[in-house]
């Protein structure tokens, strides 16, 4: 049973936006730094953006001031809202979680899902 889930890849318009969503379950998600990661063909996967359990934010230099990372507490949910895409933002994009219980940490990682972004 998958323990991340996301939803809302797809296709896009440079200049275009959309918004991926991430669901765990509230276990995982009230213990767990959240972060999404994307993976372009022929390249290392990368961190895109981050959000401590405390709300704390951080991006990539590449994705600043136009892509938001974004928790919602009630549903056990982080999302990932991209604007103003470009080509290079094309790839699968990962939701990961940094579980921290009992002194240790796990992570966990969702399927992945596809953004392209067309020019």
């Known amino acids: 049973q998958a323990q991340l889930v996301e939803s809302g890849g797809g296709s896009a318009q440079a200049g275009g936006s959309r918004r991926l969503s991430c669901a765990t379950s509230r276990e995982i998600f009230t213990g767990s730094d959240m972060a999404w990661y994307r993976q372009s063909p022929g390249k290392q996967r990368e961190l895109v953006a981050g959000?401590?359990?405390?709300?704390?934010?951080s991006y990539a230099d590449s994705v600043k001031g136009r892509f938001a990372i974004s928790r919602d507490d009630a549903g056990y949910r982080v999302f990932l809202r991209m604007n103003s895409l470009k080509s290079e933002d094309s790839g699968v994009y990962y939701c990961k979680a940094d579980y921290f219980t009992g002194g240790s940490r796990r992570e966990y990682w969702g399927q992945g899902t596809q953004v392209t972004v067309t020019v």
């Open positions: 959000i401590t359990s405390n709300g704390a934010e």
